[in-house]
């Protein structure tokens, strides 16, 4: 028998194996009982014919978790169903470690319990993970609005961090591609129970965040990849719990003292394998934009048409970074009367893009719409953002304290541009050591346009 029939028949023996090995799905839950049930539900209802075991872990709970979780998940899964109760909160990494402790199946499955599942989202999974040296996958996790919430993290060249492509619409085909990850959030992984034990779990030092990344960087260090499949599709209603991020600083710091040597920044690399560009602003702040020539493209193809909303609308879908559409569309939409939606329109803009003239169209929509107190509490968050804290903030990690430095903080008003042209220089320094050509590059246009004296 040929090497070529060989590999084929352990392939399938293999995926045989795995799609018929028993997935623990671990659910660590702190209050928040309505949400946990609808859970629950979501899971028994997307399930069927799976090998599946579910874990909840309370934490503590005072609310109706502690008297409705064991009889609705009993009614729901049966004896497939196994409650953990804690004495008290012991967090995320705790709790899921306690799970997994508990646990009987040889995949193990974290989920978040703001979440709700979708047809067929497990397969997929399964599948994936059984793709060489894939140590753990997640699915596509979409907003309750569709638009996308995780498709994979990223880091900035200041180590920020933030989710790729949040926002863009959930059909897109970028936020669906397979792309080289170093995390992915702990919202909804799924990896087999031998490689967690050997990583140790998720370390317990974190109190309530970076846990997640700090598992992908034990994993990538045994030499495993990470992956996001997008043919699986979860709801992620997102940090519902109280006091999800208040100890940031504290969970930044203790990641890059355990594992800073094996990040790297690779937002603009992640962005270049879907043909966009990493735009700069001067108070550093990074997102991705189309090229000029295809955002000139985008335009003229649009003002040759019946330039109607719903045609920018339908192009948009098409290409969220498309700016120029936003512009139309808000403009648009206020001619029509419909200032508030031009709003919305503006503030999700925003979210995608840092330049000056898109803050200054929100900011203006907003003093038209909600009069100019919002505006001026509006400018002021705007201003305390600088140096990469607003893409931090969408990933639930601390855009300035992952890095160790803070530096909004710790400059004095009348110096942020000299630190700025510091940062971006050391970045450079960094860059070139590492043989990354296209970030050196990226950092010498911002200091030819912003770092002159």
């Keep these: 028998m040929s090497s070529t029939t060989n590999n084929a028949a352990n392939s399938a023996a293999n995926c045989a194996a795995n799609c018929a090995a028993r997935v623990s799905v671990i659910i660590p839950a702190w209050n928040l009982w309505d949400m946990t049930a609808a859970c629950l539900r979501s899971l028994a209802a997307h399930t069927h014919g799976e090998n599946i075991e579910v874990v909840v872990v309370d934490n503590g709970s005072t609310d109706a978790t502690a008297t409705e979780l064991e009889p609705l998940g009993k009614a729901l899964f049966g004896?497939?169903?196994?409650?953990?109760?804690?004495p008290e909160n012991q967090g995320f990494a705790r709790g899921c470690n306690a799970g997994a402790a508990a646990s009987q199946g040889d995949l193990l499955f974290f989920l978040n319990n703001d979440t709700t599942m979708t047809p067929d989202w497990l397969p997929p999974l399964r599948q994936a993970l059984e793709q060489p040296r894939v140590g753990a996958v997640g699915p596509l996790l979409l907003y309750p609005n569709g638009t996308v919430q995780h498709c994979g993290i990223y880091f900035t060249p200041f180590m920020a961090v933030g989710h790729l492509y949040e926002g863009f619409p959930g059909g897109h085909a970028a936020p669906r591609k397979?792309?080289?990850?170093?995390a992915i959030t702990g919202a909804a992984l799924l990896l087999r129970k031998s490689v967690f034990m050997d990583c140790g779990g998720f370390y317990e030092e974190y109190c309530n965040g970076f846990e997640d990344m700090d598992l992908c960087c034990a994993l990538r260090a045994r030499g495993y990849k990470l992956a996001v499949e997008g043919g699986s599709v979860i709801v992620h209603h997102t940090s519902q719990t109280p006091g999800r991020f208040d100890h940031n600083t504290f969970n930044g710091e203790l990641l890059m003292r355990r594992h800073g040597g094996a990040l790297k920044p690779d937002l603009h690399t992640l962005v270049a394998l879907d043909g966009y560009e990493l735009a700069m602003g001067p108070d550093l702040d990074v997102w991705p934009v189309l090229p000029d020539a295809q955002e000139e493209r985008c335009n003229k193809a649009f003002?040759?048409?019946s330039a109607s909303e719903e045609t920018c609308r339908l192009m948009l879908e098409q290409e969220p970074l498309w700016r120029g559409g936003w512009y139309r569309l808000m403009d648009m939409l206020e001619?029509?009367?419909?200032a508030r939606e031009a709003l919305q329109c503006a503030v999700r803009c925003a979210m995608f893009f840092g330049d000056a003239v898109s803050r200054q169209r929100l900011?203006?929509?907003?003093?038209?719409?909600?009069?100019?107190d919002s505006a001026a509490s509006l400018s002021a968050v705007m201003k305390t953002d600088a140096f990469g804290a607003q893409a931090g903030a969408s990933a639930g990690h601390s855009a300035d304290t992952i890095a160790g430095h803070s530096a909004a903080q710790t400059a004095?008003?009348?110096?942020?541009?000299?630190?700025?042209?510091?940062?971006?220089?050391?970045?450079?320094?960094?860059?070139y050591a590492r043989g990354d050509g296209m970030l050196a590059g990226i950092l010498n246009q911002w200091l030819m346009r912003y770092g002159r004296s």
């Design 178 to 182: 397979r792309r080289p990850l170093q």
């Design 303 to 305: 003002d040759a048409l």
């Design 79 to 86: 004896a497939d169903f196994r409650p953990v109760r804690l």
């Design 335 to 338: 001619a029509g009367g419909n």
């Design 363 to 372: 900011l203006a929509l907003t003093a038209r719409v909600e009069g100019t």
């Design 412 to 431: 004095r008003p009348d110096g942020l541009a000299d630190l700025a042209k510091i940062k971006v220089q050391q970045a450079r320094r960094a860059a």
